[in-house]
């Protein structure tokens, strides 16, 4: 299982753009990248997925290098309702099943 | 509202007792993952099943165990509960296809929050 690790707590001014790094040494080749965010007493929202280089949707970019050891979640212009924390989760593999691991997260807070 | 469907959603219950928690996935998907998360912990993938069989088994307790029944839903077993297992506990659900490259987003339910006294 690849192991990520990702810093536990960042703080950010409104307005601000917000990058969070998640390592993953180890990560398989059939292996996704994908980013979840979860608030309090709630269960975690899918934010955005990706293999290699990068991904862009209205929520949040995505940026792997190519060595794909690492991951970058991009957030623009932050807002208090973006407090909450990030989960980095790398998984995959073959035979149609998969094997999952989430990191302790990075709890983001959005300060006014 | 992620379509993934959790029952019940506060539980109170005792030490030494059993309790069950129940999860209907969205329409379609095929695959159930279980997952705790106790106060300042992250979450701990407890087991998955996909249309019907075990596949994948994470931090599960002995004293825990699951199911998926032909209709999809699911149901996380809990027994001879201790005052650790107070926890949220949470089920999702994905489509889980086939094959390589596999890329498979998992839609998470509401929780259920159990409390051991």
């Known amino acids: 299982l690849a192991k990520t690790t990702q810093p536990i707590s960042m703080d950010s001014y409104e307005g601000q753009e917000v990058n969070i790094t998640c390592s993953h040494n180890?990560?398989?080749?059939?292996?996704?990248i994908t980013w979840y965010q979860q608030f309090p007493s709630q269960g975690p929202r899918f934010i955005i997925q990706?293999?290699?280089t990068k991904v862009t949707n209205e929520v949040a970019s995505l940026f792997i290098p190519a060595d794909r050891k690492s991951s970058t979640l991009s957030l623009p212009r932050v807002s208090l309702s973006d407090t909450a924390v990030y989960y980095c989760?790398?998984?995959?593999?073959?035979?149609?099943?998969?094997?999952?691991?989430f990191g302790t997260g990075t709890k983001l807070q959005v300060i006014p | 509202d992620s379509g993934v469907t959790q029952t019940p959603k506060h539980l109170i219950t005792a030490t030494g007792q059993r309790v069950t928690l129940r999860c209907s996935p969205r329409?379609?998907?095929?695959?159930v993952y279980w997952y705790q998360q106790s106060l300042d912990q992250g979450l701990q993938f407890l087991i998955q099943?996909?249309?019907?069989?075990?596949?994948a088994k994470g931090n599960i307790l002995e004293r825990f165990s699951a199911q998926q029944f032909p209709d999809l839903h699911s149901e996380l077993n809990l027994s001879s509960l201790e005052l650790g297992d107070s926890a949220l506990y949470f089920c999702?659900?994905?489509?889980?296809?086939?094959?390589?490259?596999?890329?498979?987003?998992?839609?998470f339910g509401p929780g259920t929050r159990l409390t051991v006294l």
């Open positions: 999702a659900s994905s489509v889980a296809p086939q094959g390589q490259l596999l890329r498979d987003t998992q839609y």
């Open positions: 180890n990560i398989a080749t059939n292996d996704y």
């Open positions: 990706g293999y290699k």
């Open positions: 989760l790398v998984g995959g593999g073959s035979g149609g099943y998969q094997k999952v691991t």
């Open positions: 329409s379609g998907d095929l695959s």
């Open positions: 099943y996909y249309n019907g069989e075990e596949r």
